[in-house]
């Protein structure tokens, strides 16, 4: 009996150090860290303001430090936000689109400061998993059946209520304060979905890639976007979304549809969107300049549809696939005349996007070449 009182003794002062030791070192300044300046020439916009409304992409050049907390992240985002407005480019029609992943990096919010200053992202997510180890164990221990690459769940799910209402709550206000629609890029969570408060939820169970769009209310506007397709490198550990999903939405500039990156690569993923929608929003994460000019290796994580040809394999890059089979010429054969294909820019411990924007203009489609430390702002005016 002393021995068991002993050890419980020694267990509660052990978890009491260990707690005192993860919320020791987190930098008040980092609350009050200077936002990113959007250059002039980071700026570019097509065509002209026929009070129809335009698309707006957002690619701000993140790194680890915009993800220490709500604040930091949120007003980095903002200061992208205030550039378009000062040059005309917000309207009460405007569709802001955002990266894919950019809601899950909050994995790390609220660290010590040597993690936001790690030279690599397996040192890094080490920290964040030590700084939480029990969260973690409970993640890991309570993986759904089928989940392959355990760790990168646990390390997902393990703050997934914290990264979730934070996520919920930087968009709300963004839409609010400038009063647009916003395509939020994409946040990794387990089942996800809508309250009845209309705030993002989350259950116990499997990971989905998620989109949530913000109406000019600072709304969530349902459905729920979860990749459909996910790529090799997310099967471990995310979930298939539905296939007959209805990802559409109405905007005030016209009907929306979004697909997360490789979805845009699929047939299937158009063919419950309808014959009206005006325009199309895809958050990607894309890769450095070196894979987009490489000799395409084919599609990712699935078969390719019966359309495409196998003969292109290794024979064009990995940017001219993405021209010939994603959302460019899918979306013309699906009878949607506008979409952005907004890519994650920046630099995550060492993990360097550089970000471009694929613009489609009834049937032009435009490449923009990368940015990797300024951020940009792709708008485009619908007519």
Not at 148 to 176: N, P, V
Not at 350 to 356: H, S
């Amino acid at each position: 009996m002393k021995f068991l009182v002993r050890f419980v003794g020694i267990s509660m002062i052990i978890v009491a150090l260990y707690n005192l030791w993860v919320v020791i070192d987190v930098p008040p300044t980092y609350k009050v860290l200077a936002t990113s300046a959007v250059e002039a020439n980071s700026i570019v916009s097509a065509g002209v303001d026929s009070g129809k409304g335009n698309l707006l992409g957002i690619q701000p050049a993140l790194q680890p430090i915009h993800y220490a907390n709500k604040v930091t992240l949120r007003d980095n985002l903002r200061s992208y936000m205030q550039a378009a407005r000062a040059r005309g480019l917000i309207t009460p029609k405007t569709v802001v689109v955002f990266p894919e992943y950019i809601g899950s990096w909050l994995v790390a919010m609220e660290q010590k400061s040597n993690v936001y200053e790690k030279a690599n992202l397996t040192d890094a997510m080490t920290a964040v998993i030590t700084a939480n180890l029990f969260k973690f164990l409970v993640a890991y221990m309570t993986v759904p059946d089928g989940v392959t690459e355990k760790d990168k769940y646990a390390a997902f799910a393990m703050k997934a209520k914290q990264i979730a209402e934070t996520y919920d709550e930087i968009f709300s206000e963004l839409a609010s304060e400038f009063k647009v629609t916003i395509v939020a890029g994409s946040i990794v969570l387990p089942e996800p979905s809508i309250n009845e408060m209309g705030k993002l939820k989350i259950a116990r169970g499997k990971l989905y890639n998620t989109s949530v769009v913000y109406n000019p209310e600072g709304k969530i506007q349902g459905p729920l976007v979860k990749k459909i397709f996910p790529i090799n490198e997310e099967a471990g550990f995310t979930t298939s979304g539905d296939v007959a999903q209805v990802p559409v939405f109405n905007t005030p500039s016209g009907k929306l549809a979004v697909l997360i990156c490789a979805d845009s690569w699929y047939p299937a993923a158009y063919a419950k969107l309808g014959t009206d929608v005006k325009m199309i929003a895809v958050p990607s994460l894309g890769a450095v300049d070196s894979v987009w000019n490489a000799p395409w290796n084919g599609y990712n994580g699935f078969k390719a549809p019966n359309d495409v040809d196998t003969t292109d394999y290794k024979k064009i890059t990995e940017g001219e696939a993405w021209q010939k089979y994603s959302m460019g010429p899918r979306s013309v054969n699906a009878g949607i005349a506008y979409g952005m294909n907004v890519f994650f820019t920046g630099n995550m411990w060492g993990k360097k996007a550089e970000g471009r924007v694929i613009v489609l203009d009834k049937n032009d489609l435009t490449v923009l070449s990368p940015t990797t430390t300024t951020g940009r702002i792709v708008n485009q005016w619908l007519q």
